[in-house]
């Protein structure tokens, strides 16, 4: 996550807390595209600066009807949620800026994950330049929001994977759960990632056993950091995209593979997803991901400047995981 290496390397030692639990998530669907799984990217991005530094970090989801995509927009100085609205997912119209930092949240309120829960929008999402992850409600489409007054997912404690920040979530509902995949970072600066659960968004445990996903090997395109998850249900299994560091800084997304949630296993034979085009040729980043009958559909970042944080030239694009 590349905010979170930007915004911590002056954090002073800081002693977390939270609450912990064992659990597992429901069995996984049993409908839907399962692997092997073939990427079809569109060429051109979606959805593209017009003015910003970066753009990245969609999140998309379906709104009585039309799409909406609560993005990350980099103006230079600050990062600050935004907002577009398509009838297709593709052709993209931005409503602005609607969430920008205040208070605990630094100069970072993005990266997010948005939910539909009823009629509300949940958005969990990252502040502080000690990362954290706050959450925004909205009741009228995303023209308005409420922010819960203090972080929603503390750090961890002293030598926890998670000491030194908590970012990148992604939220899915299972049952009476919210389960939240989400970037933990340690004093060793390692970035791997975890999961939490909660009744009603607020209020969360995480799993004792974090992190759920591990570093790839030396000389992986995972080696240097993992980030940015994507996870959802379909043909018998829960599947993951995550965004994966090398030591270069280029970044490819890679695809995890469970049977409960909670222990995790990249899928052999996956390539790991790289950009063709010129725009993103050095970095594949930020999943968002609907299901489909037979394929899941993917807004993802891209850029064409390996950096660990922002000022890659980023744009969102689209593509399709075509399943068997």
């Keep these: 996550m590349r905010r979170v290496l930007g915004t911590i ?3 002073a030692l800081l002693c977390g807390c939270g609450r912990y639990a064992d659990f597992t998530l429901p069995a996984p669907d049993s409908a839907g595209p399962g692997a092997p799984f073939t990427w079809e990217p569109r060429p051109e991005p979606v959805l593209g600066r017009a003015g910003a530094t970066d753009v990245l970090n969609p999140s998309v989801i379906q709104y009585q009807g039309p799409y909406l995509n609560l993005y990350s927009e980099y103006d230079g100085h600050a990062w600050h949620t ?3 609205k398509s009838a297709d997912g593709i052709a993209w119209q931005k409503l602005g800026r609607v969430l920008s930092p205040q208070g605990w949240e630094g100069s970072i309120a993005a ?3 948005a939910l539909l829960n009823g009629s509300e929008i949940l ?3 990252v502040g502080g330049d000690s990362p954290r992850i706050g959450l925004a409600r909205s009741h009228d489409g995303g023209a ?3 922010r819960e007054p203090e972080p929603v997912l503390p750090l961890g404690p002293y030598m926890s994977f998670d000491e030194r920040a908590v970012a990148d979530p992604d939220v899915i509902r299972r049952g009476d759960f919210f389960y939240m995949f989400y970037l933990g970072q340690d004093r060793a600066r390692r970035q791997r990632l975890g999961v939490a659960r909660s009744r009603d968004g607020v209020k969360w445990d995480k799993l004792r056993a974090n992190p759920v996903l591990e570093l790839g090997a030396s000389g992986a395109f995972d080696e240097a950091g993992l980030g940015e998850p994507a996870v959802w249900t379909s043909g018998g ?3 993951m995209l995550y965004t994966g ?4 800084e280029r970044r490819r997304t890679g695809l995890a593979q ?3 949630g909670v222990k995790w296993t990249r899928v052999e034979g996956f390539a790991p997803l790289a950009g063709g085009e010129a725009w993103d040729k050095e970095v594949i980043c930020d999943p968002s991901v609907i299901v489909n009958t037979d394929s899941v559909h993917v807004w993802f970042g891209g850029g064409d400047v390996p950096r660990p944080d922002q000022n890659l030239d980023g744009q969102i694009g689209f593509g399709i995981l075509h399943g068997r």
């Design 9 to 11: 390397a002056a954090a």
């Design 82 to 84: 935004a907002l577009a």
């Design 111 to 113: 990266n997010g994950s």
């Design 123 to 125: 958005y969990w999402y």
């Design 144 to 146: 308005t929001w409420t």
């Design 237 to 239: 299994s829960y599947w």
């Design 245 to 248: 560091r090398d030591r270069a």
């Design 258 to 260: 469970s049977s409960d």
